[in-house]
């Protein structure tokens, strides 16, 4: 699924993540999705039953580097799995919506069907925020 040497433009990641965040929501049996934004920059558990997920990019133009991480903890705050990867440099945009799609992917794996996604970014969060810009494959 991921090859490191593929060129991935700007776009296909944006609609790559975009996709995999509404497959998500639609499969998932009992999905009630959030994507939150914390005012104080201090880690709330979710509720009952809930996994947040906490995704960060960063990029580093001047040194050709870019990388994410993300990691899920269930509501009494115990980790349950994460993960880490150099990607290709673009624009922070980009990286920010690949660290969410990777960490939905990461869920998924884990069988996670009520997630929170936490992000710092304000322009992905109003973006994915934004349900009727969620339409695949030309729908």
Partial sequence: MFHLEESWSSLKMAVFAKRSAYE???????????LCIDD???WKPPPPNVTTLNCD????????????D????????????????????AGIFCCEMFAIWRGLVLAWECDVKDVI?????????IFLHNTADLKCGGE
């Fill in 117 to 125: 996604c936490q992000t710092d970014n304000l322009e992905v969060f």
């Fill in 40 to 42: 104080r920059h201090v």
């Fill in 24 to 34: 998500f929501l639609t499969i998932s049996k009992s999905c009630k999705s959030t």
């Fill in 70 to 89: 993300c990691i899920l903890r269930n509501s009494d705050g115990t980790f349950l799995k994460a993960c880490f990867e150099r990607i290709q440099p």
């Fill in 57 to 68: 990019a960063s990029v580093f133009v001047n040194r050709d580097l870019a990388g994410f």
